[in-house]
């Protein structure tokens, strides 16, 4: 179809806010999927989204739509919607030229809703804006467009309210879609320029990217360069994305498709790449392109030595679709061989755990998620050290630097105290405090990065009662008083349990360590003492007393099956338990730094 019948726009919303529910509505209306293979949210068709609710990667749609008597094809490119994937959210947008943006009846506008307009207004998008849920008793439309008129500085009329349950209001952002949203620009005779805003890895085909045309246009055969990667292959399959792939001869200008070409690893396919001709290549590439580079890492460990090698091939076959995930052997004294794995953030690391567990029946120990931390040796010259176990010896370290992020709290001024003080001991620096509309406030902060993959998010959400959201992206390292904390077990530092921590704190976490500690590792036939040090020096201490336990006792002979399952249950927590030195230490120990009060 020609270039002003397409319109490719997204959907920004706060998780939660509706956005699986109201793209099915759009897909049932213009009849892209049929009643009988209409699925809830058939966007989100990995299991593990279906069930948080939540949409990881993101994909792309083709509708066909016919409005006053002409043909449009509209193309919904989806966007994950959590902080740890911001990067591939800017690519999204980057491809499209308008989007809807969606806010709850009843919730108002989140952190993620602003930090996802801005985005798309930096690309000068056109706003569609959508109060949605209207259907919900506790919808308040009025107020919440009242909220939408003071971020955008839009009309009241230009609001649309709507309900993807009911399909109110889903007519009427179609068309606005068709009258609203500008028609893509760019040059069909130009030499080609494709965005790739996504990939996806598919067993029998490869590796799929998905693309934007920008300028030109990709045909079945054509040679073709990605500009990033300086790889070169041949189109062996251009197509759009209908519910499935959709083969054509020729994808043109403006229009969204995805591209074959015999591409074996996901590394090989960056998102924010483009695509251009190898005969008539493109002067340059799309700007706006990044590395991804991982932010927070964890050791993952087998469980039975033996399953080393196995979890290896897991992770390179999680790595093959999520070219975010980086892992290498590193060994510990305490757990043996394992991997130093790098995830985008924390939500990245849960799904890779949870995949493990799964698609490959891995069993793990996961250590404690950290940053990567610059180390500057007195010299000058820079390491970057992505676990704490590898910190060099002090002597050696002039200074550490740690990444900051700038974070934004959306919350009920009757929170505000609660939150500041989380914040403060968290080593945030407030930045901003701005009154959005009401009772509304956005808290703008600098945070250091360590101090928010441990346990800041439950804590965020328990202190405002869940009235708080919350979002951030990288700002930049900063020089900070960092100190390794390690913790003993009878005498012997267990490395899996080292941390680095500003050295003000290091006190009262140090000691908080050791009472967790005590409350998570089991009674064995020994006393165990749990120690913190700074260095040789300890600085807390706490002892598990002995105790000779026999678990059958309590069941009074008689229930036989009663004392089985007794015996069985107690089997499964070995399993999970890992023999460092003498001592038996669960899973959940190793995490106990998550779970401080
Ligand atoms: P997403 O995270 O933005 O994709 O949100 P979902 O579409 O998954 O919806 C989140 C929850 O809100 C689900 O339980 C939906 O059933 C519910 N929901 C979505 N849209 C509506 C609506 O218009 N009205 C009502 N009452 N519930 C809705
Ligand atoms: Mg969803």
């Known amino acids: 179809s020609p270039m002003k019948n397409i319109r490719n726009f997204c959907i920004i919303a ?44 993101s994909h792309a749609i083709q509708m066909n739509y016919s409005y006053k008597g002409e043909q449009f094809v509209l193309n919904l490119i989806d966007t994950p919607g959590h902080v740890d994937f911001s990067y591939e959210v800017s690519r999204s947008i980057a491809a499209c030229e308008g989007a809807l943006l969606i806010v709850d009846a009843a919730q108002g506008i989140q952190a ?83 965005l790739i805003f996504d990939s996806v890895f598919n067993s029998f085909r490869g590796i799929i990217a998905y693309f934007k045309v920008v300028n030109g246009s990709i045909s079945k055969g054509d040679r073709v360069k990605f500009m990033a990667t300086e790889c070169e292959y041949d189109a062996d399959e251009v197509g759009v994305l209908k519910l499935g792939m959709s083969p054509r001869n020729t994808v043109n200008c403006g229009d969204v498709g995805y591209i074959i070409s015999g591409i074996k690893t996901s590394k090989e396919v960056k998102v924010g790449d483009t695509i251009t001709h190898i005969n008539r290549p493109a002067p340059e590439a799309i700007a706006g392109f990044e590395e ?40 510990s004294a305490a757990l043996g061989f394992g991997f130093r794995c790098g995830f985008l953030g924390l939500l990245h690391m849960e799904i890779i755990q949870e995949r ?37 010896d002090p002597t050696l370290i002039d200074h550490i630097e740690e990444p900051y992020i700038r974070a934004s709290v959306i919350t009920n001024t009757a929170f505000i105290g609660p939150i500041m003080t989380l914040c403060l001991g968290k080593r945030g620096i407030l930045i901003k405090q701005e009154y959005i509309h009401g009772d509304r ?74 009472e967790k500690l005590k409350e998570l590792i089991p009674r064995q036939q020994f006393d165990i003492a749990i120690q913190a040090a700074i260095g040789a020096k300890i600085i807390a201490r706490e002892t598990v007393k002995a105790v000779r336990k026999d678990v059958t006792a309590k069941c009074y002979g008689g229930d036989i099956s009663r004392k089985r399952k007794l015996l069985e249950k ?19 120990a190793f995490l106990a730094v998550l779970k401080l009060d």
């Open 14 to 57: 706060h998780i939660d806010h509706g956005k699986s529910t109201l793209a099915d509505r759009l897909l049932e209306i213009t009849q892209t999927v049929s009643g009988k293979d209409l699925q809830d949210q058939v966007l989100d068709n990995m299991d593990l989204e279906r069930e948080r609710g939540i949409t990881i990667k």
């Open 112 to 194: 993620q809703t602003i930090s996802n307009l801005y985005m798309a207004l930096e690309h000068d998008l056109e706003i569609i804006p959508i109060v949605n849920k209207c259907d919900l008793p506790s919808a308040m439309p009025d107020e919440v467009e009242d909220q939408i008129i003071d971020l955008l500085g839009c009309d009241r009329a230009d609001i649309i309210r709507a309900s993807g349950k009911t399909g109110l209001g889903v007519d009427e952002i179609l068309s606005a879609i068709v009258e609203r949203i500008p028609a893509p620009v760019g040059d069909p005779n130009g030499p080609l320029q494709c």
């Open 292 to 331: 991804v580079k991982p932010m927070v890492f964890a050791g993952v460990y087998p469980i039975e030595t033996e399953d080393f090698e196995n979890l290896r091939a897991s992770l390179e076959k999680l790595q093959l679709n999520d070219a975010s995930l980086t892992f290498q052997p590193e060994s």
């Open 356 to 392: 493990l567990d799964r698609e490959f029946g891995m069993n793990v120990i996961t250590t404690v998620p950290n940053v990567s931390y610059k180390v500057y040796d007195k010299k000058g010259s820079c390491t970057e050290v992505h676990n704490p176990s590898g910190l060099p």
């Open 441 to 514: 406030v956005e808290l703008i902060y600098d945070l250091p990065l360590g101090e928010i993959v441990i346990d800041f998010y439950d804590k965020l959400k328990s202190i405002s009662k869940g009235y708080a959201s919350f979002d951030y992206h990288i700002s930049d390292f900063r020089p900070s008083k960092l100190v390794k904390l390690d913790i003993l077990l009878n005498g012997e530092t267990v490395d899996a349990l080292s941390t680095l921590t500003h050295f003000d704190n290091a006190q009262s976490f140090g000691r908080r360590m050791c």
């Open 570 to 588: 107690q089997k499964e927590g070995k399993k999970r338990m890992k023999q460092i030195g003498s001592v038996e230490v669960p899973q959940k």
